[in-house]
């Protein structure tokens, strides 16, 4: 089975402090992507997400950053915030499917 | 715009019993997947649909069944409920050209 690498699994940050997520994939049916956050009880949403025509996209405090050659991609959360405090999924498209992978997840916990 | 809707949101089931989870979604659009989720764990992908008639097989689709009668809905069957279904399932739906998967409030199920 294809697998999607996350990592680390936990993760504590003093606030104002930077998370770093990491994700390697093995191969992609598609150039996208994306990153989600879930709080606990809700069902994941997207919250960034790039395509690999540039190796970075930030988008206020959430920088991805991409390495097509090396098959990895990573989330920045800068100044982080208490509010950050959440489960991280990156994903990536089954090789020829349509099937979305998601990687086993990042709990951040982020210390006022 | 209710986007994509899950019911029951709890459910407890003896074992050997069936059931069915329903999904459905107002944005008209053609992909759409189950996911499971175990505690603490990241998201398994059960079934996936690309269109009204087509569904196809996911990472852990033993136990479970699907069917796309409509672009609107797309039930989760369970047949013979066992302990190691209990889980929170979420059902998602993709637009095509954006990639983004919008994801439903969940259903925990649980099995005794």
């Known amino acids: 089975q294809q697998q999607v690498k996350q990592s680390p699994q936990s993760l504590i940050v003093q606030k104002g402090g930077i998370s770093i997520i990491n994700c390697a994939y093995e191969n992609t049916a598609f150039d996208y992507f994306p990153w989600y956050q879930q709080f606990p009880g809700k069902g994941p949403a997207l919250l960034i997400a790039?395509?690999?025509?540039?190796s970075e996209k930030k988008e206020g405090r959430f920088t991805i950053s991409f390495n097509k050659s090396a098959k990895q991609f990573s989330l920045h959360i800068m100044d982080s915030q208490p509010g950050d405090s959440a489960t991280y999924f990156c994903a990536s498209w089954m090789d020829s499917s349509y099937k979305l992978i998601f990687g086993s997840g990042t709990r951040l916990l982020v210390r006022p | 715009n209710a986007g994509v809707t899950q019911t029951p949101k709890f459910r407890i089931l003896k074992i050997g019993q069936s059931m069915t989870l329903q999904c459905t979604q107002d944005m008209n659009h053609n992909y759409m997947y189950w996911y499971r989720q175990d505690p603490g764990m990241g998201l398994k992908l059960i079934y996936y649909s690309v269109g009204a008639g087509i569904t196809d097989k996911g990472e852990v689709p033993n136990g479970y069944n699907v069917s796309r009668s409509t672009t609107e809905d797309f039930p989760l069957r369970l047949e013979l409920a066992a302990p190691s279904q209990t889980s929170v399932y979420f059902c998602?739906?993709?637009?095509?050209?954006?990639?983004?998967?919008?994801f439903g409030e969940g259903s925990r199920l649980t099995v005794l």
């Open positions: 998602a739906a993709q637009g095509k050209s954006t990639g983004e998967l919008f």
């Open positions: 790039i395509r690999p025509d540039v």
